[in-house]
């Protein structure tokens, strides 16, 4: 064989070599992990819609890209991933403790969701859970535990969920909806909201406001929540009016058992989660010798509502409907 022989056949097993190799290292990238196949109505989020801005409670946040691992560090925020079908993303969730368990058409979701800790979500758990964006209730990511600067010197975007309006609280369900790409589903979830509260807001329209006290839980006193709490807003829809809705300092405050007595309210709103039970609650209240002495408690006015209800998420219109059929079961009977 000549040298011009060999020399062809050596460049044509060296073309067939390189060919070979390229395929195998197509096919390497082709095994790598796929994104999370999320339903989502045929909505497209392109590369080219980010970076995007969003202007969350005073604070610039920034996305570049399509989150992928997401904690949800609250049941209010947990169950709005759910309700958007978003659920897929979520690698982790807390405050269980706080939860009585999802809305039944969510339970599926939300049950499958990873627990990244049944309470309070722990600065480890946050820092190791390598999610890329949490969406976290303002007094679960703060200063006493693990604080924004930290999380996102850790590569994670934070959006704070802090609403203390409607607007505000359709505003961030419209701001997760454009980051992940499902704004249609937001826009129709925000619709739908409104359309339910104004519902009952028609229904109650003529009645004399139900004064209500709101009770999470007893001590040196009642604690209870303020005019700028969100549950306050919900209330005044569902046709009630929060007695201590004139304190305005913190969100948060307890009261003495003598001035709620001075108050005189028609119905108590017992929130429900974990511990003490509603019936631990209702038998503190009757024992207690300031509060025995209430109309309402002597009627046994009493109302439920289970505490994630009542947090900014996807509850508004239910919570508001759930309240109103509690303080009006006239006008809710079937």
């Known amino acids: 064989m000549n040298k011009r022989v060999v020399a062809v056949l050596l460049a044509g097993v060296m073309a067939v070599s390189t060919l070979t190799a390229c395929g195998s290292q197509k096919t390497e990238e082709t095994a790598a992990p796929e994104e999370p196949q999320v339903e989502n109505d045929g909505q ?25 691992k997401v904690l949800t560090l609250g049941p209010n925020c947990t169950e709005l991933f759910a309700a958007l079908g978003l659920g897929d993303y979520v690698v982790g969730r807390s405050l269980i403790n706080h939860s009585r368990g999802p809305l039944p058409e969510y339970a599926d979701v939300v049950d499958n969701i990873p627990e990244l800790n049944y309470s309070s979500a722990t600065r480890e ?40 309006t409607l607007e505000e609280q359709y505003q961030e369900i419209l701001d997760i909806g454009k980051i992940f790409g499902v ?103 009757k024992s207690n010798p300031t509060l025995s002495q209430l ?8 109302a439920t509502i289970t505490l994630e209800s009542v947090l900014a998420g996807d509850r508004m219109a239910y919570a508001v409907e759930s309240m109103a059929s509690e303080f009006y079961p006239e006008l809710f009977t079937k």
Not at 44 to 67: C, L
Not at 242 to 249: A, C, G, M, S, T
Not at 295 to 302: A, I, L, S, T
Request: proline share 3%; aromatic share 10%.
């Open 44 to 68: 497209e989020t392109s590369d080219s819609a980010y970076p995007m801005t969003f202007d969350n409670y005073g604070r610039e946040v920034t996305i570049t890209q399509k989150p992928q």
């Open 125 to 164: 758990a946050i820092l190791t859970s390598g999610a890329d964006f949490i969406y976290a209730l303002d007094w679960e990511i703060s200063d006493e535990g693990c604080n924004i600067e930290e999380v996102e010197s850790y590569g994670m975007n934070v959006y704070v969920n802090s609403a203390t």
């Open 183 to 285: 704004e249609e589903t937001a826009e129709a979830f925000v619709e739908d909201q409104k359309t339910r509260i104004a519902a009952v807001q028609e229904k109650v329209k003529d009645q004399e406001p139900v004064k209500v006290l709101v009770y999470d839980s007893g001590n040196d006193g009642v604690f209870t929540c303020s005019g700028t709490n969100f549950e306050s807003l919900l209330v005044g829809f569902a046709g009630g009016d929060n007695i201590f809705k004139d304190l305005n300092e913190k969100q948060w405050v307890t009261v003495s058992y003598e001035e709620v007595l001075a108050r005189n309210p028609d119905v108590i709103l017992i929130h429900d989660y974990d511990s003490p039970s509603v019936e631990e609650k209702i038998q503190e209240i």
């Open 295 to 302: 109309d309402c408690v002597k009627n046994e006015r009493f």
